[in-house]
């Protein structure tokens, strides 16, 4: 079988002309900045991971096709200018500000009267788009919130907002020039609400029924921790309140550049290798991978020809860091699949996205030592940072630690993965 690839190279460079579409509506102008298809993990993912809400759960692997986003939040300019004076809910005295108090429908009827005067598709983006949008798509950098590490730098939000919107592009943009993604107002998305699942198709759109709709990327008067990347929040379609707007979306169905959306790579693969079977999962993280159990010892013997230093428990450890290269090279030999031992980093992404489960209480007592050892070093390693910088590395989730707890431990039960 076939290695899935997540990423295919475009056979020609895109035009100037589909980068961005500038749209005058009545002397009002606006851009809509290109978003290129793409996968990426949805959800919980690592950088948003420390708070305790359940509703962005589970991360998951998300495909979608090319599409267009506002550069900012529909403004009560432009509201006027689309819907004239019978239908004005924009404020008075603030043109560039983040319309309010309009509804999905109110939403709905914008987005129908702007098709009429400019011939363009336009309606609300998705709920997988806007966030797809919000990391910077193809070129995100990971952020926790839209465009940087601290949402005061790129969003207004409490309580530095002053419990009031502002005009937009004030802050720092994101990685597609995306302005106010984080803050300001709350921004409609075109889903109901529904719980995330592993498997969606591409191009999801939400569930077909439901009371309440999709809000997305908080608000002026919501605090930082209400403003992650990952935090969904959703209201009945009638709701009109100052702290929602929206942002407009468009694809366009002529699209020279558009390629068809790839198929979702399958949540579990199983691999034979000399009449054994072995599990892997999907790990959604910012590069998919799939990543095994732990590697038995028969299996072990079954490759290797001989029985691991630690031949007394059913999973295989104790083996030397070339012992374990040069057993993921033979399995990758005889499955013909590029398998490769699986680091720590890897498997901490895996317990994080509750792909596989940590090590059992007894694996954790047996490598205590060596876990102590290790920390020790780093301490030593890192006394100018932990000066310069005030880490504590006491705190096992640190993420200093974490970023450099990567020692070989042969104590660790050995597992392989597969990239996308």
């Not at 198929?263 to 999907?282: A, D, W």
Request: net charge neutral; aromatic share 8%; hydrophobic share 35%.
């Amino acid at each position: 079988m076939a290695v899935f690839s997540l990423s295919a190279k475009r056979p020609k460079q895109l035009p100037d002309s589909l980068r961005a579409i500038a749209i005058d509506v009545n002397g009002v102008p606006f851009t809509m900045l290109r978003v290129e298809g793409g996968s990426f993990c949805m959800g919980a993912t690592i950088e948003q991971t420390d708070r305790d809400i359940y509703t962005d759960k589970p991360a998951h692997l998300v495909f979608l096709s090319p599409f267009y986003m506002a550069a900012t939040e529909v403004t009560n300019q432009l509201w006027r200018a689309v819907m004239g004076e019978k239908h004005d809910m924009a404020v008075s005295g603030y043109p560039q500000h983040p319309v309010s108090y309009v509804s999905w429908a109110d939403c709905q009827q914008f987005v129908r009267r702007l098709d009429s005067i400019t011939g363009l598709p336009f309606r609300l983006p998705t709920e997988a788009e806007w966030e797809y949008a919000a990391r910077g798509g193809a070129s995100s950098r990971h952020y926790r919130f839209a465009g940087g590490e601290t949402a005061d730098s790129i969003g207004w939000t409490y309580p530095h907002s002053g419990n009031t919107t502002h005009a937009v592009a004030r802050k720092h943009p994101n990685e597609l020039g995306l302005y106010d993604m984080t803050g300001n107002v709350a921004e409609w998305c075109h889903d109901r609400y529904g719980k995330y699942r592993l498997s969606t198709p591409p191009d999801p759109c939400g569930p077909d029924t439901g009371a309440y709709r999709i809000v997305r990327g908080g608000s002026f008067a919501q605090c930082v921790a209400n403003t992650h990347l990952s935090v969904r929040d959703w209201q009945l379609p009638e709701t009109a309140t100052d702290y929602i707007g929206f942002r407009l979306a468009l694809s366009l169905p002529d699209d020279p550049m558009k390629e068809p959306v790839p198929e979702e790579p399958s949540l579990t693969r199983n691999i034979r290798i000399r009449g054994q079977k072995m599990h892997f999962s999907l790990v959604p993280a910012a590069q998919p991978y799939y990543i095994s159990d732990e590697v038995s010892v028969s299996l072990w013997k079954k490759i290797m020809h001989a029985a691991p230093p630690d031949n007394d428990k059913s999973v295989a450890v104790g083996m030397k860091r070339a012992q374990r290269t040069a057993f993921a090279e033979e399995c990758s030999k005889l499955s013909q699949q590029p398998l490769a031992v699986a680091t720590v980093a890897e498997e901490d992404t895996a317990v994080l996205l509750k792909v596989i489960q940590p090590l059992q209480e007894k694996r954790k007592n047996r490598s205590s030592v060596r876990s102590v050892q290790r920390k020790r070093r780093v301490n030593s390693k890192l006394s100018p940072l932990t000066e310069l910088f005030g880490v504590r590395l006491s705190q096992p989730d640190d993420p200093v630690l974490v970023f450099f707890k990567g020692d070989f431990d042969e104590n660790r039960p050995l597992r392989l993965i597969l990239h996308l």
